[in-house]
């Protein structure tokens, strides 16, 4: 994560900070555990109950790297591409074995090996597009997670006012003063909610979408290195097919010697 990602983060949480303790005297009505517990604790039980355990479990691990991701390197794997197809037009496909080992995508690595164990064209078409398709629609899965948290989320604010309402009810007694102390803790579940969902789950969600779309465009351009090089493609031609994976603002940012 880049400094001016951080930046703004920080800002943004300050911003709201600031603005929600100059609305009130007390900033402490806002602190409710119990409501808290409701939300947290109902949303994930809910969200155990929609998916497999294992499925929440590894999509809850996502919740740093969702943060902490950068850019992937499309450019310089477009510059590596070519780089490969001019090693395999005066070299030939055998050498490309020795530098496997130090290839760290495996999608690149396992698609090079099955180019030099003489796989044909469209055996390598339809194993590649196979896993692209697999990636795709499992990663995918894993923001659909989120957007349902943050779809339950606000419900369970509800659900936690509404017992709060029914508990406020249940000891007010003749006891009027007490109704506006007690409804403002109610509703701080509702507030709990809201902000779960629209400042946690739902970023979270697009987020780990970008993710797996950025992946998705790399693993095809990947893909198509790799049947470029099945065909013999000239290196210059296969770097002018790739770029187009690009914005053109970074074509320039790829030029080879």
């Not at 808290?36 to 740093?64: D, N, S």
């Not at 164990?117 to 896993?131: H, P, Q, V």
């Not at 499992?138 to 709060?164: D, K, V």
Request: with cysteine.
């Amino acid at each position: 994560m880049n400094i001016a990602t951080i930046f703004g983060i920080v800002a943004g949480i300050f911003v709201l900070c600031a603005a929600t303790y100059s609305a009130t005297d007390s900033a402490q009505v806002f602190i409710n555990g119990p409501g808290l517990a409701i939300v947290l604790g109902g949303t994930i039980a809910a969200t155990f109950i929609c998916y497999p355990l294992r499925e929440v479990m590894r999509v809850m691990g996502l919740f740093v790297t969702a943060f902490t991701a950068e850019e992937l390197p499309i450019g310089d794997y477009i510059k590596d591409i070519v780089k490969i197809s001019k090693n395999v037009a005066s070299k030939g496909e055998e050498h490309l074995e020795k530098s496997l080992k130090n290839m760290e995508n495996e999608f690149l690595r396992d698609g090079l090996q099955m180019l030099i164990d003489g796989y044909s064209k469209k055996e390598l078409e339809e194993i590649l597009n196979n896993r692209i398709q697999q990636y795709h629609d499992q990663e995918s899965n894993a923001a659909g997670i989120y957007r349902t948290m943050a779809a339950l989320s606000p419900a369970f604010g509800i659900i936690g006012t509404l017992i709060g309402l029914i508990a406020m009810m249940q000891t007010m007694g003749d006891d009027i003063t007490r109704i506006g102390p007690a409804m403002a803790t109610a509703l701080t579940t509702t507030l709990y909610g809201a902000l779960f969902a629209n400042m946690i789950y739902m970023p979270i969600a697009t987020k780990v979408e970008r993710r797996v779309e950025e992946r998705t465009i790399l693993m095809c351009v990947i893909r198509d290195g790799i049947l470029f090089i099945k065909d013999k493609t000239p290196a210059p031609i296969v770097l002018d097919k790739l770029k187009g994976y690009l914005p053109p603002r970074k074509w320039s940012s790829i030029a080879t010697s």
